[in-house]
């Protein structure tokens, strides 16, 4: 069955930087793009990147862009999400996502990770 599991989450001063990654099996991943979402407390999950199955193609919400990047490794059927200058409001649990092509809508992607924890200290 298809897996995805976020790793790299944790505990950060604001300011500081974080680097999550999302494992993938049980699906051609290098077929696939990658989604980041992001839920924190009291609110509703929402859109934080999304990358093509080459790489070519990302986009990013208006709230990350400039401080987060995404991006993948094929070969190891990987997608990392880069996030520099931290701020509180970015405490959330993040969830990588997958579906067939690139999108922001969380409903369009198939297959979801479990989640990992990231909280920015003030």
């Known amino acids: 069955q298809v897996q995805l599991v976020e790793s790299g989450g944790g505990l950060v001063q604001a300011g500081g930087s974080l680097r999550l990654s999302c494992a993938a099996s049980?699906?051609?991943?290098?077929?696939?793009?990658m989604g980041w979402f992001r839920q924190a407390p009291g609110k509703e999950r929402e859109f934080v990147a999304t990358i093509s199955w080459n790489g070519r193609i990302v986009y990013y919400a208006d709230s990350v862009r400039g401080r987060f990047t995404t991006s993948r490794d094929n070969f190891k059927n990987t997608v990392y999400l880069q996030m520099n200058s931290l701020k509180p409001e970015d405490k959330a649990v993040y969830y990588c996502?997958?579906?067939?092509?690139?999108?922001?809508?969380?409903?369009?992607?198939?297959?979801w990770g479990q989640g990992t924890q990231v909280t920015v200290n003030s």
């Open positions: 996502a997958a579906r067939r092509t690139t999108s922001r809508y969380e409903y369009e992607f198939e297959y």
């Open positions: 049980g699906l051609p991943f290098s077929s696939y793009a």
